[in-house]
């Protein structure tokens, strides 16, 4: 009897020690797989470790998370964001500097067209000048081919030196007339950019010195997201519904099949032609807020550089905030396809 008690003693020490002896601080690990499954170990299999998992104390709570892997197109998305934070940050900087100059420079909006009418009457006499620089240089030529019109009814050769003299009478006006194209495209885009400026300043004094510059921080953003294309989601509801709308701007917009649909990008493939816009949509989430991103991209080439510096481009980059806002209050009267086109 004492025989066989030592004898089945001793099989169940050799079989416990087959047993592997886990460590008082072992960890076990839970994870959830691509098809819904959950796991749970105190190892993760090399081919499950691009999973979100939880780290589990004795009692299973969770101590520890490790975050799921991220793809190629979202570790790409993320470096564009960083960008897009930065371009953010410098858009906001400028336009905020700009409003301060604008409410410092001037005193009212009389000021500023009084301001504009001195910039145009300056730039028109420099436009004479250049007229008259023209005109004195078109009739040198013209006397020029008058020399050289008499060597051939002569039936003389013309000499070099008067056909090098014409030869550089023509460049010097060529020169002059594009001198003059850019003084009058100068002319326009000062225009614009004063009336601009004009609209601006009624805009910041509108509630009178005091606010302006309330309004001017208020506003600051929101231009700078038009011209990025961003919108500022107010809350969780808004922003899942704001998610919808983008994904059917993206649908509207993008030329290419959507690749990536998730919670967080939306993402379609690349541009195979040199017309091919890419879209994609990504939220951007911090401590304080939430942001809904869009980014264009058009095929590496140079049609597609200049496509995506195109001022259809731009349009469809500012229609964005826009688009999301009017369909999220349910209002028709803004088209960003209608925008493009006329813009």
Known sequence: MLMRFFSTFFILFCFMGLLPIQPANAKMYRWVDENGKTHLSDQVPPDHAQYRRESLSKKGRVIEVTEKAKTVEELEMEARLEKLKKA??????????????????????????????????????????????????????ERLLKRAAIHERNGEKTPQLLLDEVKAAKAQILTIQEDIDKQINKKKTEKAEFESDIERYQYLTRSGPEEAQKLSDQSTEKLAADALGLYQCQNEADCAEAWQ????????????????????????????KDDDLSLSISRIVSAKSQQIFLDIRCRQSTL?????????VANIRSAFRPFIAS?????????????????
């Open 88 to 141: 953010q940050e410098k858009i906001i900087a400028r336009q905020k500097s700009h409003d301060k100059a604008l409410l410092s420079t001037y005193r009212s909006v009389a000021d500023m067209q009084s301001a504009l009418k001195n910039k145009m009457l300056a730039l028109d006499s420099e436009f004479k000048v250049l007229q008259a620089n023209l005109n004195q240089h078109q009739s040198q030529l």
């Open 245 to 272: 709308m983008s994904r059917q701007f993206v649908r509207e917009y993008s030329t290419t099949k959507t690749e990536i649909d998730n919670e967080n990008l939306i993402m379609t493939r690349e541009p195979e």
């Open 304 to 312: 597609g550089a200049e496509l995506c510096g195109s001022q259809k």
């Open 327 to 343: 369909r999220l209050k349910e209002d028709p009267k803004l088209n960003p396809r209608q925008l493009t086109a006329e813009q």
